[in-house]
């Protein structure tokens, strides 16, 4: 469960700097090394970013 645990708190963190730049400087780190929503690979890093965030609300809230 650590790892999981670990997991989902980098790809938190890269989601809070990611909205952090765009807020900033309309910078998306995502859209820029991924390709965003038009490539599958974004698609899939966005979407891992919010189970992480579903996850790591879960874990708070029963653990």
Known sequence: MRIITAIASILIIIGALNWGLYGLAKIDIVE???????????RI??????IAGLYSLLYV???
């Open 32 to 42: 820029n090394f991924f390709g965003g929503w038009k490539n599958k690979f974004g």
């Open 45 to 50: 890093v966005y979407i891992l970013i919010g």
């Open 61 to 63: 809230i029963f653990a």
